[in-house]
């Protein structure tokens, strides 16, 4: 019996969901800063106020949240908004099934269509399967912040990937909402075409 997968838009009912995987690579690992599980309901707030500019996705196997993926605010300072931050988690149960491809695919369309200029993801390092997903996807590095972090014993250093979207051009339009920049049915285009990356 084949699987049904699906990458679809996140609700803040999927908030429990992500935060069991979210939770693991917060209590086991150094990949996200983090060193407190947030609350569910914590949870929920962080992805409204997310979603009220970005997108958030989740991939599906039968049911399940598999992995999901998301963009955000590089940083707070108004010059800086035609940027974004990509964050990407995937169930270790279903890793090696492109997941993370196809959701970053689906992520880059959708803010390409919204008007951002330039992507980037910062990579705890060393952490060769993610150092290589990037470069793989045409990601460069741009910066390194050496032991910039400290956690479960060890420094750790961030590594900034950068991956532009579009030709910079002067005066370049605000970036517009989700919902502005795209219609459902462009959305789901967008959605069905990702999805096709993942293995069965």
């Known amino acids: 019996m084949s699987e049904k997968i699906v990458i679809r838009q996140a609700t803040t009912a999927d908030a429990e969901a992500i935060l069991n995987i979210y939770g693991g690579y917060i209590r086991d690992t150094t990949v996200s800063f983090e060193v407190e599980v947030p609350t569910v309901e914590e949870f929920r707030n962080r992805m409204e106020q997310i979603q009220a500019q970005f997108p958030w996705l989740v991939c599906e196997i039968d049911g399940v949240v598999a992995g999901y993926a998301y963009a955000s605010k590089h940083a707070l ?98 970036p517009k909402r989700l919902s502005e920049a795209l219609n459902a049915a462009e959305i789901q285009a967008i959605l069905e075409k990702s999805v096709q990356m993942v293995s069965i």
């Open 77 to 174: 300072r108004a010059a800086y908004r035609w940027s974004a931050d990509l964050s990407v988690y995937i169930n270790e149960k279903y890793h090696r099934r492109h997941i993370a491809a196809a959701l970053y695919d689906a992520l880059l369309s959708m803010l390409k269509a919204q008007g951002y200029y330039t992507v980037y993801a910062g990579v705890s390092t060393p952490n060769p399967k993610s150092e290589a997903f990037h470069t793989a996807l045409g990601f460069e590095v741009v910066g390194v912040y050496p032991n910039v972090g400290y956690k479960h014993g060890t420094w750790c250093t961030l590594t900034w990937y950068g991956l532009p979207l579009r030709e910079y051009k002067e005066c370049p339009q605000e």
